[in-house]
């Protein structure tokens, strides 16, 4: 079965910020962030989703936007960020997006800090 993944020209930004907006297919950026290709079954594990049927839409539209490279291999499918493509066609998108995440993360981290140190939780 081939796979359809759009060329750099033909990536879209209001697909990839469509892609991007959902908490799910964000959170598998952040797991391809590192680099290299990973399993799915990886990245599922990594994310704590226990259903690969939940995960096939979520796969098709990251790569259908032009944010994964998803490429089979055996019985599983080997997944990619997209990286020098989007950075090529959207300077800084990425970086944007999740730096914000990380920022976001990281003031919720303080915050539970805090509440603990206070004896809120």
Do not use: F
């Not at 490279?69 to 997209?82: C, F, K």
């Amino acid at each position: 079965m081939e796979l359809h993944h759009p060329t750099r020209d033909q990536i879209k930004i209001d697909r990839v910020l469509s892609a991007l907006g959902n908490p799910l297919r964000l959170a598998v950026v952040r797991v391809l962030l590192g680099g290299g290709e990973q399993n799915c079954g990886s990245v599922l594990k990594v994310l704590g989703v226990t259903s690969k049927s939940t995960m096939t839409h979520h796969w098709r539209v990251l790569r259908e936007s032009g944010v994964i490279w998803q490429q089979p291999s055996g019985r599983e499918n080997l997944l990619s960020l997209r990286r020098d493509d989007l950075d090529a066609r959207y300077p800084g998108l990425l970086e944007a997006v999740l730096g914000g995440i990380l920022r976001d993360d990281a003031a919720q981290a303080a915050s539970a800090t805090t509440r603990t140190r206070r004896g809120d939780m």
